[in-house]
T-cell receptor
């Protein structure tokens, strides 16, 4: 089967740095994505890693280690608007097609 | 605005009833995905279509069915509704299947079963 583990909640203060970890167990792994979802809103794409290493997009960076089945999302210079849920998602290849499977999400609360 | 349109935005219905949720993907996107999100839960993958054909199935109940039409819009049919079916149902679309391509979510359809 497939499983993804990420912390349920993380708390941080404005201006700080926070790292949200994601470990996964799956066959046919293709890549790891991160999505952000504000309460009541739609998930929006943040980043995608297919190869090992760090991908940087502004204040957000994402890292992947395929050998460790592990990735993380790093959020720098936190702002109040970053308070949201963050989902890691694995793209898997099975049965001839790709699927995108989401973790349970990490709720980030940013405080002044 | 992601370009993915879902209707209705909100729906309240009684147990045992049947509802249809509709999704129009972004212009040019051939793949459509349906996800279910219960209160404070993650996104549960239900089903995926590509250019009218079913491509992948997740934890979709037998009471639920979906299809993608020639104009690429999709419908998710939920029947014999139970209280536990109350959730936010998201449709998403992408150009191709997920191979690293971003998928774009609609705003969701809130279903409340009473």
């Amino acid at each position: 089967g497939q499983s993804l583990e990420q912390p349920s909640e993380v708390t941080a203060v404005e201006g700080a740095i926070v790292q949200i970890n994601c470990t996964y167990q799956t066959s046919g792994f293709y890549g790891l994505s991160w999505y952000q979802q504000h309460d009541g809103g739609a998930p929006t794409f943040l980043s995608y890693n297919a190869l090992d290493g760090l991908e940087e997009t502004g204040r957000f960076s994402s890292f992947l280690s395929r050998s460790d089945s592990y990735g993380y999302l790093l959020l720098q210079e936190l702002q109040m608007k970053d308070s949201a849920s963050y989902f890691c998602a694995v793209t898997t290849f099975s049965g001839g097609y790709n699927k995108l499977i989401f973790g349970a999400g990490t709720r980030l609360a940013v405080h002044p | 605005d992601s370009g993915v349109t879902q209707t209705p935005k909100h729906l309240i219905t009684a147990t045992g009833q049947r509802v249809t949720l509709r999704c129009s993907p972004r212009s040019g996107d051939l793949s459509v995905y349906w996800y279910q999100q219960s209160l404070d839960q993650g996104l549960q993958f239900l089903i995926q279509y590509y250019n009218g054909e079913e491509r992948a199935k997740g934890n979709i109940l037998e009471r639920f069915s979906a299809q993608q039409f020639p104009d690429l819009h999709s419908e998710l049919n939920l029947s014999s509704l139970e209280l536990g079916d109350s959730a936010l149902y998201f449709c998403a679309s992408s150009v191709q299947g997920v191979g690293g391509n971003t998928i774009y979510f609609g705003e969701g359809s809130w279903l409340t079963v009473v």
